[in-house]
């Protein structure tokens, strides 16, 4: 009997809360049928969540919607103590027929826990998806940072970084040839080396990117070769390019450092061979990233923290993350532009 993944197990919480598109819904009733430890673990899901079904539904302010999730989110580590919480739910609501399975996902328990011991009403289901994608990405985003500081006290203080010069490009993400042409790689030393998974680079925003995060392989041997990540669809993530003139007073202030997907680079070319020319357009140069439908995008800074912004302005200079200060509708990007002052942010690809 085969043991669903971490992945499929929270696969099956979100089919059974109406977290799923409809391919999802199908991947999920597929795999339920197929397995008898996912059928089980959907089963008890169901039980666990029956009470809600008696609950009015009103609507949920946001902040009550956000911070509902948020403890759903960080709950997730508790797994013992919620699979009793979660035992003792499904004894009071009168649920029978044999132990719960003790393995099941890291999320499924703890959100199903919440949900029925909170007994909230509950906010329109996509204002809940977005809260909760929005939220799994910021935890993602904690997990490379954590990485990230683990790196830097191994490395004397340094950042991860491959060796680039001013002028070269920095768009050819996947690229595996010796040439350090990507920006993406500096960030894949921390994959590569074991300091975080390289699942955490997938924005879970979308449906599209929570499908490629399930598929992404896990064979550290192949990682070990790789000198980059193997495409677009596993970085869904924009890193801020270094400025050539960087000062140490410049380094201790607050800076971003990753952000969703800048959605100048949404759609890259494939063919590096090729030099890239995209124009800026007025559409583009007020959009958010499209990881979250364009609601805004999660940023990560240099001091830890994590927040959801709905600009792409940031600080008293109202810096534009995703656009050099030179950049304007009509500019041609070329792919190795680079930042001629610290606070001129700009994350790429």
């Not at 007073?249 to 759609?267: E, G, H, K, W, Y």
């Not at 200079?317 to 500019?331: A, H, K, T």
Request: hydrophobic share 35%.
């Amino acid at each position: 009997m085969t043991t669903p993944s971490d992945d499929q197990k929270q696969l099956i919480f979100d089919y059974c809360i109406g977290l799923t598109s409809q391919q999802q819904a199908t991947e999920a009733e597929e795999l339920i049928a197929s397995s008898e430890q996912a059928r089980q673990l959907y089963t008890s899901l169901k039980t666990a969540l029956s009470p809600l079904q008696a609950i009015e539904l009103q609507d949920c302010p946001d902040w009550l919607v956000e911070s509902t999730v948020a403890r759903v989110n960080q709950a997730a580590a508790g797994q013992e103590h919620l699979r009793k919480l979660l035992a003792a739910e499904q004894s009071r609501s009168g649920s029978s027929g044999g132990s719960f399975w003790p393995t099941f996902g890291r999320y499924a328990a703890v959100a199903a826990v919440v949900l029925a011991a909170v007994g909230i009403w509950l906010a329109p289901l996509d204002l809940v998806r977005q809260k909760y994608w929005q939220q799994r990405c910021q935890m993602q985003m904690a997990q490379i940072f954590r990485g990230l500081s683990n790196y830097i006290a191994d490395h004397d203080g340094q950042m991860p970084a491959v060796p680039i010069s001013a002028g070269q490009p920095w768009w050819k993400v996947g690229y595996q040839g010796r040439e350090n042409h990507s920006n993406t790689r500096n960030y894949f030393l921390l994959v590569k080396q074991g300091y975080t998974d390289c699942r955490n680079f997938v924005c879970p925003g979308c449906a599209a990117n929570r499908a490629a995060r399930r598929r992404m392989f896990s064979d550290k041997t192949r990682l070990a070769r790789l000198n980059d990540f193997p495409s677009r669809k596993e970085v869904t993530y924009s890193f801020r390019i270094r400025c050539t003139k960087t000062s140490g007073q410049s380094r201790r202030a607050r800076r971003v450092l990753i952000a969703d997907l800048n959605p100048l680079f949404q759609n890259l070319p494939s063919d590096y061979s090729r030099p890239l020319r995209i124009r800026v357009d007025f559409k583009v140069a007020r959009s958010n990233s499209s990881n979250h439908g364009g609601r805004g995008q999660n940023v990560l800074f240099n001091d830890g923290t994590v927040r959801f912004m709905k600009t792409r302005q940031m600080g008293v200079s109202q810096d534009d993350i995703f656009l050099l200060q030179e950049m304007r509708p009509g500019y041609e990007v070329r792919g190795c532009e680079w930042p001629s002052c610290e606070t001129d942010a700009f994350l790429a690809p």
